[in-house]
């Protein structure tokens, strides 16, 4: 204990280690604000993902059935067409091919329709990334108000 120093409780801070202390506080916050920001867009993500599940299961079963049953019921359906009216089987083949894309755009138009009347996309994580980064500029505009002398 020959060289043991008295430490002088009434000294203050200077001001390069104020701006430190604070700069470490704010980098702190800027890392717990990102690491929630992070788990709100899982959150969301998770959430915009179950939503649609319904919308896509709507598309995929569009084109389920347009690759499978489509093409033989155009063909019979032409057909049947051409005898009926006395056309040419290829004008019925045409209207029966046009009735499918009729039937195929509807079924998309009902895929889009359940999309749209889903709530916006991560409408949370928008949310509280906008209220953090408010309170990051409150909280560099108080700062640089104060200044490191605090």
Do not use: C
């Not at 280690?17 to 998770?46: C, N, P, T, W, Y």
Request: glycine share 6%; no cysteine.
């Amino acid at each position: 204990m020959v060289h043991q120093e008295t430490l002088d409780e009434s000294r203050r801070e200077t001001p390069a280690e104020v701006l430190a202390h604070k700069s470490s506080e704010i980098v702190a916050q800027l890392g717990s604000m990102g690491d929630l920001q992070f788990r709100l867009l899982i959150a969301d993500l998770a959430e915009l993902w179950t939503a649609s599940k319904t919308a896509l299961v709507v598309y995929v079963v569009a084109l389920i059935v347009f690759a499978a049953a489509v093409p033989v019921a155009l063909a019979g359906a032409g057909l049947g067409l051409a005898s009926l009216l006395e056309i040419s089987p290829a004008a019925g083949l045409l209207l029966a091919a046009l009735a499918a894309l009729l039937l195929v755009a509807g079924v998309i138009g009902l895929g889009v329709w359940q999309f749209r009347r889903r709530p916006p996309a991560m409408r949370r994580s928008r949310r509280e990334l906008v209220e953090n980064l408010q309170t990051l500029k409150q909280m560099l505009s108080n700062y640089s108000r104060t200044g490191p002398a605090e």
